[in-house]
């Protein structure tokens, strides 16, 4: 049987690292940061101030594990969830939705590598993945 490897477009982490750690690197709220990839998932971190702008990901699932903080997540046609840490929410392809942290919030969250940062709409604080990887 003839092995296949698919080249990867950006580096993962190969040495071990913590979410702490990681956050650390964050200077900027609302940017977030690639830590990791797993398989067609990438591993982010950011934190969170302020309301953000209403979304959606026509094609993708977000998740959203909250670290530190509370996140109020409003969703189109349901009631809003609200996350502590430890706790984390999936966000259903195709919701749109608007993640707003009254305090300073920090999490990880997981997404399609093909997922936009803010999905179906650019504004002033998209973050193309170029800037969200890993320095």
């Known amino acids: 049987m003839r ?51 209403w979304h959606a990901h026509e094609n993708e699932d977000e998740l959203f594990w909250v670290v530190s903080g509370r996140l109020r997540i409003q969703l189109e046609g349901r009631d809003e969830v609200v996350l502590d840490p430890g706790e984390f929410f999936v966000v259903p392809r195709g919701v749109r939705h608007n993640p707003i942290a009254d305090e300073e919030v920090e999490i990880v969250l997981i997404e399609t590598v093909t997922t936009a940062h803010t999905g179906d709409v650019v504004v002033e604080r998209t973050v193309p993945i170029e800037r969200q990887l890993r320095s």
């Open 3 to 53: 092995s296949r490897t698919r080249e990867r477009k950006y580096a993962t982490v190969i040495d071990k690292t913590t979410i702490t750690t990681e956050l650390a690197q964050v200077t900027d709220h609302w940017t977030p940061r690639i830590i990791g990839q797993v398989n067609d998932q990438y591993v982010k971190v950011a934190k969170l101030l302020g309301e953000f702008v």
